[in-house]
């Protein structure tokens, strides 16, 4: 996808936008296999893990979505 503007109905939609509802996707999904796999012992932080897991998720999927070195 990159880091152009995406048009909708002639409005501008910011790709971080994107990124951002993607990352929170993978989060809650991330987070749900993670309660079921370790079970119901809660991390020692859980908003902070919340939070860390987002920001994860969000730097991920904005690195994978981005061009490739050198391709233009």
Same mark, same amino acid.
Request: proline share 6%; aromatic share 12%; glycine share 12%.
């Given at each position: 996808?990159?880091?152009?503007?995406?048009?909708?109905?002639g409005?501008?939609?910011?790709?971080?936008?994107?990124?951002?509802? $993607?990352?929170? #996707?993978? *989060?809650?999904?991330?987070?749900? /296999?993670?309660?079921?796999?370790? %079970?119901? =012992?809660?991390?020692?932080?859980?908003?902070?893990?919340?939070?860390? $897991?987002?920001? #994860?998720? *969000?730097?991920?999927?904005?690195? /994978?979505?981005?061009?490739?070195? %050198?391709? =233009?």
């Amino acid at each position: 996808m990159g880091l152009r503007e995406i048009a909708i109905g002639g409005i501008f939609i910011s790709p971080l936008l994107v990124y951002l509802l $993607l990352g929170f #996707i993978v *989060t809650v999904c991330l987070r749900l /296999l993670l309660h079921r796999l370790a %079970g119901h =012992g809660a991390p020692w932080q859980e908003a902070w893990f919340d939070a860390a $897991l987002f920001v #994860i998720a *969000t730097a991920a999927v904005a690195y /994978l979505g981005a061009p490739a070195p %050198g391709s =233009g």
